[in-house]
């Protein structure tokens, strides 16, 4: 009897799962949503950078190990703030020779300065679901600013786990040798451009 029951309860779980994630959407208007501090989802995201390579294309580069914050305020967007720390080492080229170069001394000197750090300090919206944020990259003690175009893909509680979920693409441009990482120029461009995939996770209180 009790096996039946437990069988029973795990296909009407099963089912309204399946529901849920048919019927699933997002709204687009941040204001709509949950506000508090949300983290990064640490399945769900993804940094990559690319860089000119002798004219002949973009090469392109992702970091592995990164964790966010969120402080979202719905009802005035312009005050929400994101801080993100890399780790240096987690830096991956897809080539095993070249990865040393970039985590060694001659670059991220990954051993002295583990992280590399932005932190936020005005969003600047462009449209309903668009907005210019701008925040300080901190790499080997050196802070500028940097300016990420942000799109807001969506945000609504997520089917499978019913917690309250935020998910934004970015982009942006910078010049690497205001940190001092001039290194391999003119071979390798000093103009790198990140992607950003990101989905925030509001945990339970």
């Known amino acids: 009897m009790r096996r039946a029951l437990a069988l029973a309860l795990a296909v009407t779980l099963s089912s309204c799962t399946a529901i849920n994630v048919v019927t699933h959407s997002v709204s687009d208007d941040p204001v709509k949503l949950a506000g508090g501090t949300y983290q ?3 399945h ?16 392109v580069t992702r970091f592995d190990k990164v964790e966010a914050t969120l402080d979202a305020v719905p009802n005035a967007p312009e005050k929400s703030r994101v ?16 990865d040393p170069s970039l985590t060694g001394p001659d670059f991220f000197d990954a051993a002295r300065y583990p992280d590399i750090t932005f ?3 005005s969003l600047k919206r462009t449209g309903t679901n668009t ?5 300080l990259l901190t790499l080997k003690t050196q802070s500028h600013p940097v300016t990420l175009k942000v799109i807001f893909n969506g945000g609504a509680p997520d089917p499978l786990t019913g917690l309250d979920t935020l998910g934004f693409s970015a982009e942006g441009h ?4 205001q940190w001092g990482l001039g290194n391999w120029w003119p071979a390798v461009g000093t103009d790198v451009h990140v992607s950003i995939q990101a989905e925030f996770v509001k945990p339970k209180s």
């Open 119 to 121: 932190v936020s300090t």
């Open 40 to 42: 990064l989802d640490p």
């Open 174 to 177: 910078f010049d690497r040798s």
């Open 83 to 98: 801080r993100a720390t890399i780790k240096a080492a987690s830096v991956n080229t897809n080539d095993p020779e070249l």
């Open 131 to 135: 907005a210019d944020m701008t925040g």
């Open 44 to 59: 769900h995201w993804s940094v990559i950078f690319d860089v000119d390579h002798f004219g002949y294309s973009r090469f």
